[in-house]
C-alpha cells in the first residue's frame, strides 16, 4: 500500500506564519488554528518515527484504548499490550485515515499518535513494518479540538472554538508530523459546533451556525463560492458519506426534524412522522447506499434511550426504523466491511443486520448486559470495526475487548486488558480511503457524536 503526499498550495506569507508558529517557544503565544505544533519525536523514533521498526510478514491490527491516566495498544491477535502511553485528561481518538496515525482531540491541540503499523508500496507488492506505539510529539492546534472527518483521501479537522477546518491529505502524517505545504485552511462564519467533509472533487461541505443554534450545511468550492446549501436542518450533528454517484459524493448529516442528504450536487429532506426526530449519530460505507443512524424522538428527554434505529437510503430519501427491542448508545453503532449495520444493544447482543432489509442476520453475544452512563465520558462498551472485518468490542465491566468475525456472526476471542477501556480505536495499516473505486471499494471512514 502506497503512500502518497500530496503538497497543497499555500500562499507564501501563510507558509511563513505555519514556520513560525511551528517553532513557538515555552511562554510564547499559542499557535492558530491549523498550525502543526512539532517538537522532538518520542520513543518512535526519529525522523519518521521508524528508527527501531522491524519487518514482519503482515501486520496485525492494533486496538488502541484510552483509559483514566492514558493510552494502551493492544496486539489483537495476541491480546498483548504493546504499550502504554501515561498522559492526562481526557482523550478522544480519531483516526486520521492512513490506517497507521490517530488524531487525539485534547483540549486545544490534535495530538498526532503512531500506532506502529507500517506498509510500504514496492512496485506491486507492499513490505510491512511494526515499530513502537507512541505519541509523536507532533500536533495540530485547535482551540476546542473536535470532530475529524477522514474521506476519499484526504482529512478535515474542526475546531469548534473557532469554527475554523484544517484539511490535508491522509498520507500527511507518514512522517509522524505535519508540515506547513501540506495544510490547506479554511473557516466558517462563527464558531460553533460543527463538521467538514472533504469532497473528493476539491469542494468542501460544512456547516455553519452559532454556539446558540445552527441549522446550515454548505457545500463551497475552493475559492470559498456556496454552491449548494440548506438551512432546513435545526441542531445539524453528526454525518456520513455513503456510495457515491456518478456525479459525486453522497453525505447525509443529522437534523432534529429529520436528515438531510447531499447527492448530486443537492441538498434533499429525509421525510419522518415525528416533529422531532433526531440522528446526530450516523455511519457509512463507501460501497453502500444505506447509512446507519441512531434514532431518538423525545426532544425533553435528558437521556433518551432509543431501541430503533434508522436506516437512511441515499437514493430514494427515504429511512427505515427497525426496532432492536433493547436499547444502546451512541458508541454502539458501527458498519462492517460488505456494508453490514452493527449494533450493541444493552443486552449485550452485538445485532448484525442486512443494511437493505433491515433483517438481523446474527445475533452475537458478546457481553454481560449493560446500561449508558449517566455521563458520556464515562467507561460504556464501545464497537468499532477495522478493515480486516472483525468487529471489536470493548467491556469495560469485565475489562475485556472482544473480536467477533461479522461475516460469520462468532464471537472469536476475548482479550483481557490491565485497564478500564473508554474510548477505542482500530488500526490495520490499511488506508481507510485509499482510492476511488466506488463500486468496488468497502473501506469507510465513520463518524461518531457524543450527546451532550
Keep these: 500500500m502506497p503512500i502518497v503526499t500530496r503538497t497543497l498550495c499555500l500562499s507564501t506569507a501563510m507558509a511563513a506564519a505555519f514556520a513560525l508558529n511551528s517553532c513557538a517557544t515555552p511562554g510564547s503565544s499559542a499557535p492558530k488554528a491549523g498550525a502543526p505544533t512539532n517538537s522532538a519525536s518520542s520513543a518512535a523514533g526519529e525522523e519518521d518515527g521508524n528508527a527501531d521498526r522491524q519487518e514482519v510478514d503482515g501486520l496485525a491490527p492494533r486496538a488502541v484504548l484510552t483509559y483514566d491516566g492514558g493510552l494502551m495498544t493492544v496486539d489483537t491477535e495476541t491480546g498483548e499490550v504493546v504499550a502504554k502511553t501515561e498522559t492526562d485528561g481526557f482523550l478522544r481518538l480519531n483516526n486520521a485515515g492512513d490506517g497507521r496515525h490517530l488524531l487525539i482531540s485534547d483540549g486545544d491541540e490534535f495530538r498526532i ?7 510500504e508500496g514496492h512496485g506491486d507488492h507492499d513490505h510491512y513494518y511494526e515499530t513502537a506505539p507512541a505519541l509523536t510529539g507532533a500536533g495540530i492546534a485547535a482551540p476546542e479540538a473536535a470532530h475529524v472527518v477522514a474521506h476519499e483521501g484526504r482529512t478535515a479537522l474542526f475546531a469548534d472554538g473557532t469554527g475554523g477546518i484544517t484539511v490535508m491529505d491522509s498520507a500527511a502524517f507518514s512522517d509522524g508530523k505535519v508540515t506547513p505545504g501540506e495544510v490547506e485552511e479554511h473557516s466558517t462564519d462563527t464558531a460553533h459546533h460543527g463538521v467538514a467533509v472533504p469532497l473528493s472533487n476539491g469542494d468542501l461541505l460544512l456547516t455553519q451556525g452559532t454556539a446558540e443554534s445552527r441549522n446550515t450545511v454548505q457545500v463551497v468550492s475552493p475559492d470559498g463560492k456556496v454552491l449548494a446549501e440548506t438551512t432546513d436542518c435545526p ?5 456520513a ?9 453522497v453525505v447525509t ?6 436528515p438531510v442528504i447531499y447527492r448530486d450536487g443537492a441538498f434533499s429532506k429525509v421525510p419522518v412522522e415525528e416533529q422531532y ?3 446526530g449519530n450516523q455511519f457509512g460505507d463507501h460501497g453502500s447506499p444505506i447509512v446507519l443512524a441512531d434514532y431518538k424522538t423525545d426532544p425533553d428527554a435528558e437521556q433518551e434511550r432509543p431501541t430503533r434505529i434508522g436506516l437512511i437510503d441515499t437514493r430514494a430519501a427515504s429511512m427505515k426504523t427497525v426496532d432492536l427491542g433493547s436499547p444502546y448508545w451512541f458508541r454502539s453503532l458501527a458498519r462492517g466491511a460488505e456494508g453490514e449495520a452493527l449494533v450493541l444493544t444493552y443486552d449485550g447482543e452485538l445485532n448484525i ?4 432489509t433491515g433483517g438481523i442476520v446474527h445475533e452475537v453475544k458478546v457481553t454481560g448486559s449493560w446500561e449508558e452512563p449517566a455521563e458520556w465520558q ?3 462498551p464501545a464497537v468499532k470495526v477495522g478493515t480486516d472485518g472483525f468487529a471489536y468490542v470493548t467491556e469495560p465491566a469485565t475489562k475485556k475487548l472482544h473480536v467477533v468475525d461479522v461475516a460469520a456472526g462468532t464471537l472469536v476471542d476475548s482479550l483481557d486488558l490491565p485497564e478500564t477501556p473508554v474510548e477505542l480505536a482500530v488500526l490495520t495499516g490499511e488506508a481507510e480511503a485509499p482510492d476511488h473505486d466506488h463500486e468496488n471499494n468497502h473501506d469507510h471512514a465513520q463518524n461518531e457524536e457524543e450527546d451532550h
Design 378 to 380: 464515562s467507561p460504556g
Design 113 to 119: 499518535f503512531d500506532s506502529g503499523l507500517i506498509a
Design 277 to 279: 426526530q433526531r440522528s
Design 241 to 249: 458519506s455513503a456510495q457515491a454517484t456518478d456525479q459525486g459524493d
Design 235 to 239: 441542531g445539524v450533528h453528526g454525518e
Design 253 to 258: 448529516l443529522g437534523c432534529e426534524n429529520g
Design 353 to 356: 443486520l442486512d443494511e437493505e
